[in-house]
């Protein structure tokens, strides 16, 4: 199975991420490193995410909220690349997550996004990572990541 | 017009941009990467800039920082490379905003930032972008930004 | 002296660094870059580190953690490269503490973390820096830092 073909398999159907605001890019690519805009989670059930981790969600669902996140990182990827079987491997991600003062669980919640970037695109998707708690995020969205991968 | 002139055409005196303090570089160059600290605003109209956005600063407010902590990124960049035309591309901007907990418009002030880099470096200037919220910057600035530029 | 023998020297036994989670490295290497994930410092004198700068820690008490957390990011950069020799130079450092809103110290709590690297690696530990204010860390540790490297 491609990457692709994992990402729908789990339930992310596949879609072009495009940034509508001129002086932004989805990604950069600069030499073998891809840079990618920080992806925040899409409505799930329609419903917008909207509040911090330990007040309105809980750990639980801040994990799901950080998968989302993963799915949209890695289409994202797509949109750049046009192809996810160009990613050589998973470099480095920073996990935001929009929490309540003193929160210690910002690694639980980040564990969605590592997780579901580990099914979908295996040893190559190993990452450094940080996983840290924010004031706040754009809209008031429980969790924020981007990444840099490296590509062929 | 070069992206100096165009920097002091939009009000932006160009300086030279040291670091005082020993362990720490203005920026560091890795490859074809240039890397640069975070920048922080100076004075406007004499009056140094102390407090959140959301509490003590508009949107507006913040985004008139977010602008002139691009001009300080450029004049950084500059002080490393000796002439901005040097730049390839900006890639990855981190955008951070002093503001209070459960702010939704990060991405409102960080626009000021994008905006100038892409008014003084043109299509040079797009980037990939996170704009995120935090509990405290250095001296309670409302803004502080880091960016990578790639360059010849 | 090598860049161990002075961390030894400096009170900081080395020790080897894994990841427990297999889709986490402590640091991942492209091409000439080493991009190690975050780190937070060990418990000292046998007590975990928890709390907030600002509340619970002060400036001083933050500057040993942000030091010891320096000792740990060396170490894990030894656990990936084998050999601290191998760094060329610092290049980037995100300087994370966990401190009250509108903390304005973060500098001076970050430069426990510069003065340690500079100390260890001599100019080689020059880096680019930012140095901001998190509402949360992992288990509310008080201060977490990621670097990335140059290396051989």
């Not at 001129?22 to 990618?36: E, F, Q, R, S």
């Not at 289409?75 to 750049?80: E, G, I, N, T």
């Amino acid at each position: 199975m491609t990457p692709e073909e994992k990402l729908e398999a789990l339930g992310y159907p596949l879609e072009e991420r495009t940034s509508g605001y001129p002086p932004m890019a989805v990604g950069k690519i600069a030499g073998n490193l891809l840079y990618l805009s920080g992806a925040t989670p899409p409505p799930r059930d329609g419903a917008p995410w909207d509040g911090k981790v330990g007040e309105v969600y809980s750990v639980e669902q801040g994990y799901q909220a950080a998968r989302d996140v993963a799915a949209v990182q890695l289409m994202m990827a797509r949109s750049v690349l046009g192809d996810l079987g160009r990613i050589k491997q998973a470099v480095k991600v920073l996990g935001m997550v929009n929490c309540v003062a003193g929160f210690r669980d910002t690694s639980k919640v980040m564990n969605g996004f590592s997780d579901l970037l580990y099914e979908v695109l295996g040893e190559k998707g190993r990452h450094a990572r940080s996983a840290v708690g924010m004031a706040a995020l754009p809209g008031n969205v429980p969790v924020e990541v981007e990444t840099i991968f490296e590509i062929e």
